[in-house]
């Protein structure tokens, strides 16, 4: 069945960066809408980004638009979410999934092959 593993996750001051990665193995990522999500504490899981596996579109929530930017990187077989300006309230644990599309906005329960998640806390 479809793994995703996601990590790049951390500690970071407000202001700072991180670079989320999901990787697969056994399959190529290249053929499957890929979405990242995150859940903060107390919250509903959000979704934050979307690359489709054709014509190279994206999707972004209205939070987080302008700030991160979600991408592939075939010849390591990742997507990835480069995260910069971050803020306290994008404090949550990040996950990534295989979708059926990218629409927005983005509901997980058109997502699947959950990865476990990284946590990503923004801090002081």
């Known amino acids: 069945q479809l793994q995703l593993v996601e990590s790049g996750g951390g500690l970071v001051q407000p202001g700072g960066s991180l670079r989320l990665s999901c990787a697969a193995s056994?399959?190529?990522?290249?053929?499957?809408?890929i979405g990242w999500f995150r859940q903060a504490p107390g919250k509903e899981r959000e979704g934050v980004s979307c690359?489709?596996?054709?014509?190279?579109?994206?999707a972004y929530t209205d939070s987080v638009k302008g700030r991160f930017t979600i991408s592939r990187d075939n010849a390591k077989n990742t997507v990835s979410l480069q995260m910069n300006s971050l803020k306290p309230e994008d404090t949550a644990v990040y996950y990534c999934a295989v979708g059926v599309g990218c629409q927005l906005p983005l509901f997980s329960g058109d997502f699947g092959s959950w990865g476990q998640g990284t946590q990503v806390t923004v801090s002081s």
């Open positions: 690359i489709s596996n054709r014509g190279g579109s994206t």
């Open positions: 056994g399959f190529a990522l290249t053929r499957y809408n």
